[in-house]
Nanobody
Framework: QVQLVESGGGLVQAGGSLRLSCAAS????????MGWFRQAPGKEREFVAG????????YYADSVKGRFTISRDNAKNTVHLQMNSLKPEDTAVHYC???????????????????WGQGTQVTVSS
């Protein structure tokens, strides 16, 4: 089992940057694929970025590719999402998620993940 806590959200102007962090508990952190999702008011939860157990496989939503970078440090039980060139449409609650996997694979659907953090608000002003 894994407990996840996100941090780093806030208010920034368009074009600015934020770095989200996800701190995970548990000794088996490196056994989970990790992902970031976001959910804006009135919209469904949307995949943002995912990273495999080893960090060897990474996948981004087209909407953030080239602007966001996901990374993980298994020794520190942390996952990060560096968000650059932020746009107002990036405004959403951002969630960290952990998924049980048997190989070095990236999940992209919410139902594929087993554990979720409480979320952190990202607001980008125009």
């Amino acid at each position: 089992q894994v407990q996840l806590v996100e941090s780093g959200g806030g208010l920034v102007q368009a074009g600015g940057s934020l770095r989200l962090s996800c701190a995970a508990s548990g000794r088996t952190f490196s056994s989970y694929a990790m992902g970031w999702f976001r959910q804006a008011p009135g919209k469904e939860r949307e995949f943002v970025a995912g990273i495999s157990r080893s960090g060897g496989k990474i996948y981004y939503a087209d909407s953030v590719k080239g602007r966001f970078t996901i990374s993980r440090d298994n020794a520190k039980n942390t996952v990060h999402l560096q968000m650059n060139s932020l746009k107002p449409e990036d405004t959403a609650v951002h969630y960290c998620a952990a998924g049980i996997v048997n190989t070095d694979y990236v999940y992209t659907k919410p139902y594929e993940y087993n554990y979720w953090g409480q979320g952190t608000q990202v607001t980008v002003s125009s």
